[in-house]
């Protein structure tokens, strides 16, 4: 009986195994499928979900690429005075039929309005597929965790992962996360 067991377990233990590491190519696929090898991806380039993907500056070269990406919504929550800011992005991203909408979030101290006016942006854009960046993707991985767990019932634990996969949240961006939880009865504190 105890070999049987071993035996079962040892099978349980390998399916397990193949499990998570299919799970990890089909992650890398999907990057892959969004920037093939040869195209660089943005920085800091993330696919939270099927429809929503976060992102630090992209170049002009990648703004002109985004809708045959698929994406129909560019939010941008980066001020134009930030460090590699392209000026004319709106005008550039609207040339290819792409919604756009920049948030200019300052980055020393977020605001609930802007969250506010994010969050009702993205709940309308259906189904569409949406790329939320600004310059390294710090505020779009914050706003989008947010987004995400209060809007879409997203565990705060998964969601979480993608913020800390970019950057550890400073004190200005901790109240900001707490304040939005809060305000949305929200219990959580990752820090």
């Known amino acids: 009986m105890g070999s049987r067991w071993m035996k079962k377990t040892t099978c349980i233990a390998i399916l397990v195994s193949a499990v998570v590491m299919l799970n990890s190519v089909l992650s890398a696929r999907s990057a892959e499928n969004q920037y093939p090898p040869n195209q660089e991806v943005p920085v800091n380039f993330v696919a939270v979900s099927e429809r929503i993907h976060t992102s630090g ?16 919504l560019i939010i941008n929550l980066a001020t134009p005075a930030s460090s590699g800011a392209i000026p004319e992005e709106g005008m550039l991203i609207a040339k290819t039929g ?8 300052d980055f ?19 189904s569409r597929r949406v790329l939320v960046h600004c310059q390294v993707n710090k505020r ?8 995400r767990v209060i809007h879409e019932g997203v565990s705060p634990d998964l969601a979480w992962q993608n913020v800390t996969s970019i950057w550890e949240p400073d004190p200005p961006w901790i109240d900001f996360i707490r304040l939005v939880l809060m305000r949305h009865s929200i219990v959580y504190d990752p820090f």
């Not at 500056?57 to 129909?72: E, F, I, M, T």
């Not at 792409?98 to 979030?105: D, E, F, G, K, Q």
């Not at 779009?140 to 987004?147: C, G, I, K, P, Q």
């Open 140 to 147: 779009a991985s914050v706003f989008t965790f947010l987004y």
């Open 98 to 105: 792409i919604s756009y909408l920049n948030i200019p979030v």
């Open 57 to 72: 500056q992209p170049s002009k070269v990648q703004l002109g690429q985004l809708r045959a990406k698929g994406y129909a």
């Open 108 to 126: 020393r101290k977020p605001g609930h309005e802007d969250f506010e006016l994010f969050s009702n942006i993205l709940s309308q854009s259906g």
